[in-house]
Structures are given as structure tokens and as C-alpha cells.
């Protein structure tokens, strides 16, 4: 399973792709409000520090908007994913932009039939948003089972970026059911790797070391 960071923080950014983990990273314009920065300006900060598919939202709903914004992202940095809202115009423009060779993160999913209308169109990565759904009382894990079974009855190459993650449950239950990538918030990745047993047995091995280190 690949991860994602779901930030835009460039200090989160470097501290987690320290650990060797991280294999992309997701924005949204929410996120880049957060940072008080240009778009482009930190997309091309990102780029320098992960080597991965960087998702890159546009704001315009109109189709020529769309496609005007997705080549200029396009043209900062190879890695740039194109994320495009789910809707009407969204899919025209992720059929145009893939005989384009630009790759897109049909985002803003919250339904199998949306999946799988991504998938038609060509959609590089698939956003479905599941903690959105939790939110609202659905089950967003249902979801990604579903997406997985849809997808793997016809091949379809799009590949499940499981989205709007909000505890490390939410990725370890995605990657039970295949999802091929999971995008978390730093704080999701820092509990992935915490255990309470793994500091007590650490803690205990210094102490015992202490008590044989120095005999001959
Ligand atoms: C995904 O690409 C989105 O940026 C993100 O996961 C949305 O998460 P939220 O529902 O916590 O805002």
C-alpha cells in the first residue's frame, strides 16, 4: 500500500518523508489556505522533497477552466496529479487531460457509481472521502470494499486513493480490503507507529542491558 501525506505543510512534509514512508502527497485548496502560500509556489516546494504523485485540486467548474488550470499544473513538475472535482465537467476533463498524458485524482467520491464513472473516464487515482461519510453516519469503509469489487471485475487501472482519513483504524481496515493507497494527516501517521508495549519493551531491554553491559 502506498501512503500519502494530506498536508501542505512543508515541515510536516520533510519530518514524515524522513521516515521513508511516504510515497506522494494529497492537497486541496482548504489546505493551502492553512499555509497562507501560492499554489505553485508550494507545489514546486513539495515536489522538492518527496518524488511521488503530488495532487494539485483546480478551483474553476467550468470546463475550459478546468483544462486551463490542469496544464498549467501540469507544467510545474512531472509529478503533478491533477485533482478534479467529481462532477459533470470533472469527467469530460479526466477523459481530455488522459489523451493528454496528464495524470488526474478524481476527487470529492462518495459513491460506487461515482467510482465507477472515474474509473470510465480514466482517472488516474480515485478519491473517495470516507471520513466525510462517517461524519454523516454512513460507512465510509463500506465504500471502499465496494470500489475494490467494482474495480476488480473489470481491471479497471485507477487506483483507489482512500481519502479523508481520520484514524489509523481507517488505514489499517483500507489495507485489510486492497485499497492501493491511503492519504492521512501527519497526525494519523505519527499514531500508526506508536505503541504503548513497544516503549515499555524498549525501556525494559535498556534497563536489562544496563545490568550485563559491562561483564566480560
Ligand atoms: C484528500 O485528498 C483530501 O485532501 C482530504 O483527505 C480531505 O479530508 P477531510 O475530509 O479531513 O478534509
Known amino acids: 500500500m502506498d ?84 462532477n459533470e465537467n470533472g469527467l469530460k476533463a479526466v477523459g481530455i487531460l488522459k489523451k493528454e498524458g496528464i495524470h488526474t485524482n478524481m476527487t470529492l467520491v462518495f459513491s460506487g457509481g461515482q467510482a465507477l464513472l472515474a474509473a470510465k473516464a480514466g482517472a488516474t487515482l480515485v478519491s473517495p472521502f470516507i ?11 463500506a465504500l471502499i470494499a465496494e470500489m475494490v469489487e467494482i474495480y476488480a471485475n473489470y481491471g479497471y487501472e485507477t487506483k483507489i486513493l482512500v481519502a479523508s482519513i481520520r484514524h489509523p483504524r481507517h488505514v489499517i481496515e483500507a489495507a485489510r480490503i486492497g485499497a492501493d493507497i491511503a492519504t492521512m494527516p501527519p497526525a494519523v501517521l505519527e499514531k ?13 531491554f535498556r534497563d536489562d542491558w544496563e545490568k550485563v553491559k559491562n561483564l566480560q
Do not use: Q
Open 131 to 141: 471520513g466525510r461519510l462517517d461524519d454523516i453516519s454512513e460507512d465510509g469503509m
Open 192 to 204: 500508526l507507529i506508536g505503541h504503548p508495549l513497544t516503549d515499555k519493551g524498549i525501556s525494559l
Open 3 to 86: 501512503f500519502y501525506l494530506d498536508t501542505a505543510n512543508l515541515d510536516e512534509i520533510k519530518k514524515y518523508a524522513a521516515w521513508g514512508v511516504v510515497d506522494g502527497v494529497t492537497t486541496n485548496p482548504s489546505l493551502i489556505a492553512k499555509e497562507k502560500v501560492s499554489l505553485e509556489k508550494r507545489i514546486k516546494d513539495i515536489a522538492k522533497i518527496v518524488n511521488g504523485p503530488i495532487s494539485s485540486e483546480v478551483i474553476a467548474t467550468d470546463l475550459p477552466g478546468m483544462l486551463k488550470e490542469a496544464r498549467r499544473y501540469a507544467h510545474w513538475h512531472k509529478n503533478v496529479y491533477v485533482k478534479v472535482p467529481m
